[in-house]
């Protein structure tokens, strides 16, 4: 609902401006296509495009000419620039959350939505995915928004909240002392 | 830029095989339209070019008037070659004999189609060859025998005194008639004026001969309509093919077999393209997150399926056309001078069909796939087909639409689509019925078997579809398969191995006896003799009938036949004629005529009416008692008129009788034409040679079709199947886990398509042998006979046919190893 892929029954939402609750669903792609960017927990890529073609897909539905470019830097910040040309179930598990993870910070998001993005892989490979992660959120000054069950991943965020089922119970720190999440 | 991705997302696809189903089925619908119109439009064009050579041109034009000039300019314009022809019965005098000949008068040109040979000698076998020239006449080989002349001699006819060229060794459009009449004299036109012949009156026919493209002759029949006065007839050629009609029907069958493979093909694409849409369902969701519009997703996804159409209707209208390239090349290997015309016709077609398929059966899938919210990317992807309403409406839509557009005919399109529909009801009754009944059977059964029972009950209502596809498509083999076999028969029929070829016309009484001399010597086995005396229809009920059917100003009066008749007289029914109004001579002294159905139809005849004949002066007056059918496809003679013995006996009559004789016998021929210079020997070998090609090139047709209606049946199935692969891996993941073994998994999997294969395979029989008595009975008048055969070429072909096509599909899945098959399902 956050990332406006869904609508409230009742109450508001409102993100980087925008009245998501108000909004029909192709004005809330728009909000998307501009300010969102996804990392699911399957990795989620199109199987018939390639790594590189994965990247820039959303750069090229928005009209992005530089897009190619932009996805080749990308595919090198994640140190997957000899495997551009390769179609994800030529990839590894990590490899794919790499690839959508340069997919998601193509469009030079506001907010990154990441929703369990280790956990479908092994300790190893989902620490590197979780440094890669706050690294480029570091460098490319996103907003991070990601759910979790792990609460030492948890704890590498600047807010922290807590959900049992379907109701906040926690919040910290506090909710005034910082404008960035994440 | 979307454009981009759509086609990466195209060829992606096409490489790693998703799209394969729906690119065939519509590569397959495509092709077989463009190739089944296209060939029956070539054997049809083939079949028109051969009855061109027996009538000298493309399309003739009858007057009972002089040349029009302003026609012949018309058709100069158009560029189609014209000849002229002038016909009339005339006296020829050589010194003291003399004879009644049937001239025929003819420009340079002529002939149009075929060829025209004549030889410088006396005989049709020999001799240097000749060219028509003015002031010289050619002759029936039989006239130099009456009028006692050779080649050099000279003849009067009219007023003009001219040479005797030789003999016709072949004339084109030399009646066919087996009875000959007159001697039959060729000369040129432009000696015509000089006999002096022609006089206001004088019955004279002539003709227009034309020859050109299909299009510029049709032009020129639309200009020349309105030219036309109510002298001038067209003279119809399809119709005076003696086999026309068998192609008529054959031509009929072939579309319609054909339409319904493209039916199923279609119906193949229907299954793969929703099974295309669910597979991408997720897909669409992600790039929806990623930010695209429903617009933008249709746009991707409709330029997609614009790409994949595109792609089968270029391959298909490729293959149809090379299809149609090799049937034209088979073609002219049977006749030598074949002239092929690209026609437009079958690719617009053809490209008509794709669309049709591609807009009600695969556009819904894909329209409604570009409405998943994006929300989906958070839910596991249903498995399961979903029946839609809307889907199933287009589909039917389409199939309907498909029937109107190759039947042309909205009638039969609504009855074969409701006939259709029928039997689908039908078929869904039964096997919801029998998977229930199956029930209380399989508790008995192995645990294989009732895990396959289990299977099938639960996807009662796709397993419904797919038992409706496979059995029509197994009862459509079938049924080609058995009908091609009666189709050939019954032709072959027509002309049985040995049946006369060879005509003897012009017989005299005494003749006879040399004539079976002859036949004995040689081993021939000939017809009987019948008699014919020629003699004209002059009244019907003290009504005078008009002789010249082109006679103005006496509309009211009945017109007659217009020529001299070939009158008979038999005491038995020939054997291939069926009497349908009244009753054979009872009476022996009652003076009957059985009368031919067409013609008593033509001249409004009816039991019981007084038709008077005029031969050779002598008037009779016969009593009609009887309507005949005539086959007229069959090669015997046929009589309009046939008379009870006791009228004609005393007429001087001549004989006619035929035998069958090998090919490559002409000595034996010139023997008797030296022994009997009178009788006229006809050959009817060219006639019977082009209805083999024919039914030669029709089979190879109908093995075609069997051919593609087999493929698409075969497309229906594995577009069934993979339809069902995303939850049979679910499935077979959770009962790998729960420790099936690969021997029982894969006992449970054959059974299941056995099972389908052979309930589909038992219905198609039931229906074929239902389809195949009626045809017998209503269409072919054949006996009825129960085809044994059937009943177990049915099921086996479906147990066979669809077990083999279900294990292709699924091995793949069975081979997986079961941790592997798991990961997989929980992956996604």
């Known amino acids: ?182 | 830029m979307w454009a981009s991705i759509a086609g990466r997302l195209f060829w992606r696809e096409l490489k790693r095989g998703e799209l394969w189903v729906i690119a065939f089925a519509l590569f397959l619908a495509v092709g077989s339209v463009v190739s089944l119109s296209g060939i029956t439009q070539s054997v049809k064009s083939a079949l028109q070019q051969r009855s061109a050579q027996f009538t000298a041109a493309d399309r003739v034009l009858g007057s009972s008037q002089p040349f029009d000039d302003t026609l012949f300019a018309v058709a100069g314009e158009l560029n189609v070659a014209t000849a002229r022809q002038m016909q009339f019965d005339s006296m020829l005098f050589a010194g003291e004999q003399m004879q009644l000949a049937t001239i025929k008068a003819v420009s340079d040109t002529y002939p149009l189609r075929g060829d025209l040979v004549l030889h410088r000698s006396a005989s049709i076998t020999s001799g240097p060859a000749g060219q028509l020239a003015p002031g010289e006449v050619w002759f029936e080989a039989r006239l130099l025998d009456l009028l006692q002349v050779n080649p050099g001699d000279t003849v009067e006819l009219g007023e003009a005194r001219l040479v005797v060229g030789g003999v016709i060794v072949n004339e084109p459009d030399a009646p066919l008639s087996v009875f000959g009449g007159s001697p039959r004299v060729i000369m040129h036109l432009a000696d015509v004026p000089n006999t002096n012949i022609v006089q206001p009156g004088s019955r004279i026919s002539y003709r227009y001969l034309f020859a050109g493209s299909t299009s510029a002759l049709d032009e020129l029949a639309e200009q020349l309509q309105p030219m036309l006065s109510v002298h001038q007839r067209w003279r119809n050629l399809d119709r005076e093919s003696a086999i026309g009609s068998a192609l008529e029907r054959a031509e009929r069958f072939l579309l319609l077999a054909g339409l319904l493979g493209i039916v199923l093909a279609a119906c193949a694409a229907a299954v793969a393209a929703s099974r295309y849409s669910q597979r991408h369902t997720q897909a669409v969701a992600i790039i929806k997150a990623l930010g695209a519009t429903t617009a933008k997703a249709r746009l991707l996804y409709g330029s997609h399926l614009c790409l994949v159409v595109l792609f089968s209707l270029v391959l298909g209208l490729l293959g149809g056309q090379l299809a149609i390239f090799a049937a034209e090349f088979g073609i002219s290997q049977y006749i030598s001078d074949y002239r092929t015309e690209f026609s437009v016709r079958p690719l617009f077609l053809g490209t008509l069909t794709c669309i049709i398929c591609a807009l009600l059966f695969a556009a819904r899938p894909l329209w409604q796939l570009a409405k998943t919210p994006a929300i989906e990317v958070l839910k596991q992807p249903a498995v399961a087909m979903k029946l839609d309403k809307w889907q199933l409406l287009f589909g039917a839509a389409a199939i309907w639409g498909l029937m109107w557009l190759f039947s042309g005919e909205l009638l039969i399109s609504v009855g074969l689509f409701l006939l259709c529909g029928l039997f689908a009801a039908i078929l869904l009754g039964f096997a919801a019925l029998m998977v229930k009944l199956a029930r209380p059977v399989a508790a008995g059964q192995s645990s294989a078997g009732r895990l396959a029972l289990a299977n099938l009950r639960r996807r009662l209502w796709p397993n419904s579809f797919q038992l409706i596809t496979f059995s029509l498509a197994i009862f459509l083999t079938l049924l080609l398969y058995f009908l091609r076999a009666e189709l050939i028969g019954q032709w072959r029929q027509q002309i049985p191995e040995g049946a006369p070829n060879h005509f003897l016309v012009n017989v005299s009484a005494e003749q006879r006896a040399q004539v079976t001399a002859f036949t004995q010597k040689n081993n021939l086995q000939p017809e009987p003799f019948y008699p014919v005396v020629r003699g004209r229809l002059i009244t019907v009920n003290d009504e005078t009938l008009q002789q010249e059917a082109s006679k103005e100003d006496r509309s009211e009066q009945r017109v007659g036949v217009g020529r001299e008749l070939n009158l008979t007289w038999l005491a038995e029914i020939p054997a291939n004629n069926k009497i349908t109004e009244g009753q054979w001579f009872t009476d022996t002294t009652a003076a009957e005529v059985s009368v031919e159905q067409e013609i008593a139809e033509r001249l409004q005849l009816k039991l019981g009416d007084t038709l008077n004949f005029s031969l050779g002066g002598q008037q009779i007056s016969t009593t009609v008692t009887s309507i005949r059918q005539v086959d007229w496809n069959s090669l015997q003679p046929n009589f309009y008129m046939i008379l009870s013995p006791d009228v004609l006996a005393t007429f001087p009559a001549t004989y006619i009788t035929a035998f069958y004789l090998e090919q490559g016998s002409g000595k034996l021929i010139n023997q008797l034409a030296r022994q009997m210079p009178t009788v006229t020997v006809i050959s009817v070998d060219a006639i019977i040679n082009q209805v083999n090609d024919i039914i030669a090139q029709v089979t190879i047709a109908l093995s075609f079709i069997l051919v593609i209606i087999a493929l698409a049946a075969a497309l229906v199935l594995v577009a069934q199947v993979q339809a069902t692969l995303e939850q049979r891996e679910q499935e077979l993941a959770i009962l790998r886990t729960l420790g099936a073994k690969y021997v029982f998994l894969r006992n449970a999997l054959l059974l299941e398509f056995a099972f389908l294969g052979a309930l589909a395979g038992l219905f198609a029989t039931v229906l074929a042998e239902l389809l195949l008595m009626t045809l017998q009975q209503r269409v072919f008048d054949m006996p009825f006979q129960f085809h044994f055969a059937l009943w177990w070429m049915g099921p086996v072909i479906g147990i066979v046919a669809v077990s083999l096509l279900g294990w292709w599909q699924l091995r793949r899945l069975l081979q997986i190893p079961g941790a592997v098959l798991i990961r997989r399902v929980i992956q996604s």
């Open chain 1, 1 to 182: 609902m956050l990332a406006g892929l869904d609508t409230p029954s009742a109450g508001e939402i409102e993100m980087a401006g925008h009245p998501l609750h108000n909004m029909s669903e192709d004005e809330r792609a728009g909000v998307r296509a501009r300010d969102v960017g996804f990392v699911f927990q399957s990795f989620l890529l199109l199987p018939s495009l390639t790594a590189l073609e994965n990247v820039t897909l959303p750069a090229e539905l928005s009209g992005d000419r530089k897009a190619r470019e932009r996805g080749l830097a990308l595919l090198e910040q994640v140190g997957l620039s000899a495997r551009a040309d390769f179609f994800p179930s030529q990839l590894s598990g990590g490899e794919q959350q790499r690839v959508a993870i340069a997919r998601a910070f193509i469009t030079k998001p506001a907010i990154l939505f990441a929703d369990e993005p280790s956990a479908n892989l092994d300790a190893v490979t989902g620490k590197m995915i979780e440094d890669l992660l706050f690294e480029l959120n570091d460098s490319q000054g996103t907003t991070l928004v990601l759910v979790t069950h792990n609460s030492e991943l948890a704890k590498r965020c600047q807010r922290q909240f807590q959900m049992r089922s379907g109701r906040f119970v926690a919040s910290e720190p506090a909710a005034e002392d910082t404008a960035n999440v994440g």
